[in-house]
């Protein structure tokens, strides 16, 4: 029996490379310590930071099998890696990932219809996909920003919740009042919201939402996993943290994951800060030090937060 996902902070995973570019397995091992001893709830792998886009099916697979064994069921581990547009390929790439021992299966919004479709389109071809999908597998939903982002209307996300089948919705709608409809439409459900954005996060905890699934987890998941703990009984602590926290993620837009591997370097995690997506040349001596800057800042932050 698969377990049912907790909330709290649930990183998008990272993939390291070698310098031949293969997916290098020894630091992605010490990257799942590195999650695990920091707190996290649960691990997201395959996903956008994973750079599944840039991996083939036989990487995305052979990740969320690695990442599932070196977890050893300390935490829950779902994935994403259907990137295919037919809709015929995207169920060969489904089943592929369903066998990989992961907790939950997670679908892509903007693969289940165009930018044009209605909502309409997206609910046949979601329907089509659960039933080719084994029924004891949770599915999850994520709101990835490539090739564009397509949110999901709080109607469907009802019917996904009222369909008992889905557990997991990584957001990115980074809008208060879209969380609350959306809470509205799974209160009382088994479909629980993972908020991806910082700035919201704090205010959004207090709607029901389960937990943070973003890309700052790659830099201080543990402040988050505080965050969490602590947000109800310290108020003030936790409001000054998520200021930091909040301006901290501009570093988003500072060629991530190259930036959030060049950060684990610097924790000893990874070798490398190599990327698919992105030319590691073009991370600046500058972009450097500040990354050097928030490490330290972070530092500041963990000292003052197990005081």
């Not at 190259?258 to 990874?270: F, T």
């Not at 590691?280 to 450097?288: E, I, M, N, S, V």
């Not at 928030?294 to 003052?304: M, P, W």
């Amino acid at each position: 029996m698969r377990r049912k996902l907790q909330g709290g902070v649930w990183p998008t995973m990272l993939t390291p490379f070698t310098k031949e570019d293969k997916v290098d397995y020894e630091a992605l091992g010490r990257l799942v310590e590195w999650y695990i001893d920091r707190g996290v709830h649960g691990l997201f792998a395959v996903c956008q930071s994973s750079e599944m886009f840039r991996l083939t099916l036989g990487e995305r697979a052979g990740i969320a099998e690695f990442v599932v064994k070196k977890a050893a069921g300390r935490v829950p581990v779902v994935a994403s890696g259907h990137i295919a547009d037919s809709p015929e390929d995207q169920a060969a790439e489904l089943t592929v990932m369903a066998g990989t021992g992961i907790d939950a299966l997670v679908l892509i919004t903007n693969r289940l219809a165009g930018p044009g479709d209605p909502d309409e389109v997206m609910a046949e071809q979601l329907q089509r996909l659960i039933e080719r999908l084994p029924q004891d597998l949770p599915l999850g939903m994520y709101e990835c920003p490539y090739p564009y982002k397509r949110l999901i209307s709080p109607e469907l996300l009802k019917w996904c919740a009222d369909s008992g089948r889905f557990q997991f919705l990584k957001d990115t709608c980074c809008d208060l009042e879209t969380l609350r409809l959306r809470m509205d439409a799974v209160r009382g459900s088994g479909l629980q919201i993972y908020n991806a954005n910082s700035a919201t996060l704090l205010e959004s905890l207090p709607l029901g939402i389960a937990g943070y699934s973003g890309v700052m987890a790659n830099f201080h998941p543990e402040l988050y996993v505080w965050l969490l703990n602590r947000f109800r009984e310290e108020p003030e602590e936790t409001g000054g943290l998520m200021d930091f926290l909040s301006v901290a993620a501009w570093v988003e837009k500072q060629l991530y994951p190259v930036s959030a591997k060049y950060y684990l370097k610097l924790e000893g995690v990874l070798d490398h800060w190599s990327a698919r997506t992105a030319d590691a040349r073009d991370l600046t001596a500058t972009h450097r030090l500040e990354l050097e800057q928030l490490r330290r800042l972070t530092e500041t932050y963990r000292r003052r937060i197990t005081q």
